[in-house]
């Protein structure tokens, strides 16, 4: 019985796929992080702006930045 190695899946993977289907899922796979990455930014324009013009307190862009992150996560979970 032959055992793949961690070090040796990647390797694994690429004679076993073509390339464009690794590259593919690795795009796919780093998505979520990038759009977290994206609201975690967006959020924090949004919620200074709405703090420096006094629109909002602190505690309600708090729980807006955390509604908007939980909104996105049960989007793509589903």
Known sequence: MSQTNIADRRRYWRQLLPPE????????????HVLRTTWSYMSGLLGD???????MSRTNVRKLATAGCELSLVKFQQ
């Open 21 to 32: 289907i690794c590259l593919l899922t690795g795009l796919l796979s780093g998505l979520g």
């Open 49 to 55: 702006y709405l703090l420096r013009t006094n629109r």
